[in-house]
Every structure is written in structure tokens, then in C-alpha cells.
């Protein structure tokens, strides 16, 4: 099965892209490398495939924007999760 929905311009395209309170992930299919910056980096969602979808790896950052998640799993960024920073100042000599 196959969702289509048509659009005339570029920024229709992108606004019906972003109308979701979800933003787990997105793929656009472009030749033209300046289309793939300019849209890529106004799609609201975690990972943006180009030309391919749902690639990955263990290095990269994975989650979502909106109602698809906060933080990321994967790569190291992941083990702000996990972990709480905490800072000691101590005075050894009077």
C-alpha cells in the first residue's frame, strides 16, 4: 500500500510533511543537492533519509521531534540518559 498526496510547490510539500505531531523520521528523493539542504533542514523529524530510507547505525544519534520522543538512543549522545553531572569543589588547604 502506498499513501500519496499530492502538492505543487516545494514549502506545500514540506508543510504537509510537518503536519503531524509526529517526527520520528523522514526521506525525500532529490537529485538536485541543493533541494535535498533547503528541505532537510526544515523537516521536522529526528532522522531525514535522502534517496534511501530507514538506513542506520549503532555511531549515529537515533529519536524523534514532536510527540515521537525527547533525547536520542544510539551514539554517544544517548548516555546523557543514563548519567547526571555533578561537580565537587573542594578546598584542601585553608
Not at 535535498?36 to 529526528?46: D, F, N, P, S
Request: hydrophobic share 35%; net charge neutral.
Amino acid at each position: 500500500m502506498l499513501c500519496v498526496i499530492p502538492f505543487k510547490t516545494e514549502q506545500e510539500a514540506i508543510e504537509i510533511a510537518n503536519d503531524s505531531k509526529y517526527g520520528l523520521g523522514a526521506a525525500l528523493w532529490s537529485d538536485n543537492i541543493n533541494r535535498v539542504h533547503r528541505v532537510a533542514k526544515q523537516l521536522e523529524a529526528g532522522s531525514v533519509w535522502v534517496n534511501n530510507y530507514n538506513e542506520g547505525d549503532m555511531t549515529v544519534p537515533f529519536g524523534g521531534f514532536k510527540m515521537s520522543g525527547n533525547g536520542r538512543d544510539k551514539s554517544i549522545h544517548a548516555i546523557e540518559k543514563f548519567t547526571e553531572t555533578k561537580t565537587t569543589w573542594i578546598r584542601l588547604q585553608p
